[in-house]
């Protein structure tokens, strides 16, 4: 079992940024990919990025590219996700999802095996 829990979310004005963090206890947190999602009232889950087990690779979704950035540091069993350049529209709940599964896009929900509770993040125009 991977145990996660989010932090950083919150109330941010237009253009602005936001750091989240997610912190990892359980199983060794350097042998999961970790990933974000979100969602939005009526909308579905949306992948947000993914981090390789190292850190070394990471992808991003279309709506997020050039603003976003999803690091990790394992020696702190911790995933982060720079938000800046914030929109309206980035306002979600903001989940981060581990697996340690092999050979899977790592961009659907259901790749996922573990997920946090998740955090509030709304942007106001």
């Known amino acids: 079992q991977v145990q996660l829990v989010e932090s950083g979310g919150g109330l941010v004005q237009a253009g602005g940024s936001l750091r989240l963090s997610c912190a990892a206890s359980?199983?060794?947190?350097?042998?999961?990919?970790m990933g974000w999602f979100r969602q939005a009232p009526g909308k579905e889950r949306e992948f947000v990025a993914r981090?390789?087990?190292?850190?070394?690779?990471?992808q991003y979704g279309d709506s997020v590219k050039g603003r976003f950035t999803i690091s990790r540091d394992n020696a702190k069993n911790t995933v982060y996700l720079q938000m800046n350049g914030l929109k309206p529209e980035d306002t979600a709940v903001y989940s981060c999802?581990?697996?340690?599964?092999?050979?899977?896009?790592?961009?659907?929900?259901?790749?996922?095996?573990?997920w946090g509770q998740g955090t509030q993040v709304t942007v106001s125009s």
């Open positions: 359980g199983r060794t947190f350097s042998n999961h990919v």
């Open positions: 999802a581990a697996t340690s599964r092999n050979y899977y896009s790592y961009t659907t929900y259901t790749d996922y095996d573990y």
């Open positions: 981090i390789s087990r190292s850190g070394s690779m990471m």
